[in-house]
């Protein structure tokens, strides 16, 4: 009996030994049948930090740091209450929220009669095991998640799906436990409102969602979701909406990560946004140079077209003016009375006033579209000015004015620069003043000035005249501009002299300016660079001197014309100087002429039927020699400077415009029959 006591004694003194060890080393807590806490050791209550009081009759689900899903908990209880243990790792909160991992053994306690009355926990803390590999897991999570997020923004996809791809990568981070649904509302640009731009598995929640206060961040509220801002530099952009999973509960962590990835996401949507701000503007541009591109299509177009009228009224009117004038000018070289003399010379000046009408007009046309090159000659001052001159001195001598014309000393005597702009530039001005001045004097002066490293030429034309109201003077040098509109003005013209004149100074490099008092005069200057002409520059325009009237011998011609007034009228100016005349009414006879006969030059029409003037010089080309080699020189009223060209590319010597002056074809006739008499003599001498 002694010895069963003794024996009953010490396991009780072992049980109460074990009791005490395990209460001091482990964590321990009793709850009855329903899961409500009745008693937890020193342990349980240090680690969570509540006090028995605090815990007493609560479930362990105030521990709950959502971690586990509502599934986990629902399979434990059922194991438990269906009288087995329980046994794995649990992820619980302290009362301030911090985490910590128990590895957990539930067992049932029944009584006598095998009823279930309670459960006890017995735990070990595995919080710096557990806790250090979650934590790396978390941590992987996380940055997968927000680089995630920016890989989406580099791919070249809209804003739209940008953001569908963001929602569906967030709630699809596990340790969130995030429910599989949320929204995307972005702020409306004009007003303080939200729009629902994207959403996942969402139902009808943009009317509850767009009540939210901008910038205003929430936890998790009663239904479970939370409305998160989506910023930039402290401006709302717009607002998530995500909904954490059914009884979880959230920490601290969720909240901090979640309020990142809004942040990252926010300057994500602020760079795409922008991105397409800076795409739309591109596209604008892009319009609007297209729109450019076309008007500025359109607009050569009608440039062109204006041109083409233009070369095709100044060619229609030419052919007959051409006619007009060769007729006048034969009428003079006859026998007419006083009477008819002045009748002549009326027409002449008519019809001289009308084709400088007619040569203005295409003139501005073909400066306006650019459509001319400057080509560089050498050119001596004074004789050059002195022929400028030349055909003003008889108008200003009929009306009593005075015309002088003064070249600096300090000039060189010669110039580089473009011989036939210079002349009209010129030969405009002094149309002007003499067109303005009544009495008094025109005085051309041609002057040095500039520096020693920019020299300039200074060319003015100063008159006596009427001079330029105060208000006018800006608009002098403007086309179709002229100081007196009304119907009763005294003075002529097309009012695009002067704006030729500051088309063709530019052109130069140069510049032009008036200077005027009315009722005294005005003065036009010029200021282009000086460019000294060398010796030994050799000009495309040079020729050989021509002779002196009437010392040449006739020659032998071939003339192609389809116009009959025209072919009568180039014939008997040919005649007057006794050249010998043959007349093809068309290219093919004028080829099949040229093959069988040698002459010294052939004039050339253009417009032709069967084959026209250019077509037919190509074929002459094509010839053997001598029948090649001669010289042919277009005769056409296509006078602008691309007809020159088309006639030089075919293989002309050179082009002479219609109306025909017979001084011009003359000089040429002059220089071709000075070069024939140099040739035979040359020949002459060498062969004897």
């Known amino acids: 009996m002694s010895e069963r006591s003794d024996t009953n004694e010490i396991s009780g003194l072992i049980e109460r030994s074990i009791h005490r060890a395990a209460d001091a080393h482990l964590i321990v807590s009793v709850t009855d049948e329903n899961g409500l806490i009745t008693h937890a050791n020193t342990n349980f209550l240090k680690l969570c930090g509540y006090t028995l009081a605090d815990l007493h009759g609560k479930s362990h689900g105030v521990l709950n740091a959502g971690f586990h899903s509502p599934e986990f908990f629902e399979n434990m209880w059922q194991r438990i209450k269906a009288g087995k243990s329980w046994q794995g790792n649990l992820c619980n909160q302290t009362i301030t929220g911090q985490k910590f991992w128990v590895n957990t053994v539930i067992a049932p306690m029944t009584n006598d009669l095998g009823l279930l009355v309670g459960f006890t926990s017995v735990a070990t803390d595995i919080t710096r095991f557990v806790g250090h590999e979650n934590g790396r897991d978390v941590e992987a999570e996380e940055t997968a998640c927000l680089k995630g997020l920016c890989d989406i923004s580099i791919e070249d996809v809209g804003l739209e799906e940008v953001l569908e791809k963001a929602l569906e990568r967030l709630v699809s981070v596990s340790w969130l436990k995030l429910a599989d649904k949320g929204g995307l509302f972005l702020k409306d640009n004009t007003v303080d409102t939200l729009h629902l731009a994207v959403s996942h598995n969402l139902a009808d929640t943009e009317k509850f969602c767009s009540k939210r206060a901008f910038g205003y961040f929430e936890g998790p509220d009663l239904d479970g979701h939370y409305c998160l801002p989506l910023k930039y530099d402290n401006r709302l952009l717009g607002v998530l909406v995500v909904y954490v999973a059914p009884g979880t509960v959230v920490a601290q962590e969720q909240e901090d990560f979640l309020l990142t990835y809004c942040n990252t996401l926010g300057l994500l949507i602020q760079l795409r946004q922008k991105q397409q701000k800076l795409n739309a503007e591109m596209s604008r541009s892009n319009r609007l140079s297209q729109q450019a591109q076309l008007a500025n299509c359109a607009a050569n177009q009608a440039a062109e077209a204006k041109a083409n009228f233009l070369a095709t009224m100044s060619h229609e009117i030419r052919t007959p003016m051409n006619s007009v004038l060769g007729v006048l000018f034969l009428m003079e070289q006859t026998n007419l009375t006083a009477e008819q003399m002045e009748y002549a010379a009326i027409c002449k000046d008519a019809a001289e006033a009308l084709m400088q009408i007619i040569d203005d007009i295409l003139d501005y046309g073909k400066y306006e579209q650019g459509a001319f090159v400057l080509e560089e000659s050498r050119l001596e001052i004074r004789p050059f000015f002195t022929t400028i001159l030349e055909p003003f001195e008889e108008p200003a001598l009929a009306k009593g004015i005075g015309l002088y014309l003064h070249v600096d000393d300090d000039l060189p005597t010669c110039l580089v620069g473009d011989q036939i702009r210079l002349r009209q530039l010129i030969s405009n001005l002094l149309s002007n003043a003499l067109k303005f001045t009544e009495q008094g004097r025109i005085m051309v002066k041609i002057d040095r000035t500039g520096t020693k490293d920019v020299p300039q030429i200074l060319i003015i034309v100063a008159d006596s005249g009427r001079g330029i109201p105060a208000g006018e003077v800006e608009h002098v040098f403007e086309r179709f501009s002229q100081a007196d509109s009304s119907i009763t003005r005294k003075y002529g013209g097309t009012g695009i002299g002067l704006a030729i004149c500051k088309t063709l100074a530019i052109a130069m490099k140069g510049e032009i300016g008036v200077d005027t008092v009315p009722g005294e005069g005005s003065t036009f200057w010029v200021r282009l660079p000086l460019r000294v002409g060398r010796p030994d520059f050799v000009a495309k325009h040079d020729t050989l001197p021509p002779s002196s009237e009437g010392s040449m011998r006739p020659l032998n011609i071939l003339v192609a014309e389809d116009n009959a007034s025209n072919l009568f009228l180039i014939r008997k100016i040919l005649e007057v100087n006794n050249h010998a005349v043959t007349c093809a009414r068309d290219g093919r006879e004028a080829v099949e002429i040229a093959a069988k006969t040698t002459f010294d030059v052939i ?86």
Do not use: W
Not at 625 to 654: C, T, W
């Open 603 to 688: 004039l050339m029409d253009v417009q032709m039927p069967v084959m026209d003037g250019l077509c037919a010089t190509r074929e002459i080309r094509k010839l053997p020699a001598p029948f090649r080699d001669v010289p042919i020189y277009a005769v056409s009223a296509n006078a602008l400077s691309k007809h020159h060209q088309q006639s030089k590319e075919a293989g002309m010597n050179g082009h002479i415009d219609k109306p025909i002056r017979p001084a011009e074809i003359y000089r040429v006739l002059d220089q071709i029959s000075y070069d024939k008499q140099g040739l035979d003599e040359r020949l002459k001498t060498k062969f004897g």
